[in-house]
């Protein structure tokens, strides 16, 4: 299964079904089950932003399952409907006009039991079970 790999506290909030989009500079064609790693290292400043959510966030382990439905352009167009959906959790990239990327679209999230694996760039690829 193909896995994306996510910093906290981004990866939680996803495996949460708080963060709809995980945003990336490059686009990917595939479409469908994704598991979310969360990564070793941390967001710091994005951390003490979320801490009012009290989530757990562990870090080196996949923690959940969701499918990738579409792929959108970043644009000022899409920035307001980041606003108008969570200003809150998608601040960093309604602000940064001259970030330029995109939102993977992220649905069906299921919540896992931890597995602790080191993860990889891009979209990789896990062989074992999933709990």
């Known amino acids: 299964m193909k896995v994306l790999t996510v910093k906290q506290p981004y990866a939680s909030l996803i495996a949460y079904g708080i963060k709809k989009y995980e ?4 686009r990917t064609k595939y479409r469908g089950e994704v598991l979310i790693q969360a990564s070793k290292s941390v967001d710091k400043k994005a951390m003490d932003e979320f801490k009012s959510f009290n989530l757990d966030y562990p ?14 352009k970043v644009d000022d167009d899409f920035r307001k ?12 990239v309604i602000n940064d006009k001259l970030w330029n990327g995109y939102a993977f679209q992220i649905d069906n999230v299921q919540l896992i039991k931890p597995i602790y694996i080191n993860g990889k760039l891009g979209l990789w690829n896990y062989e074992g079970k999933i709990n």
């Open 59 to 72: 870090v080196g382990c996949i923690i959940a399952k969701v499918l990738i439905t579409d792929v959108i």
């Open 81 to 92: 409907i980041l606003r108008s959906e969570n200003d809150f959790v998608y601040n960093h």
């Open 23 to 26: 945003f990336r500079t490059w």
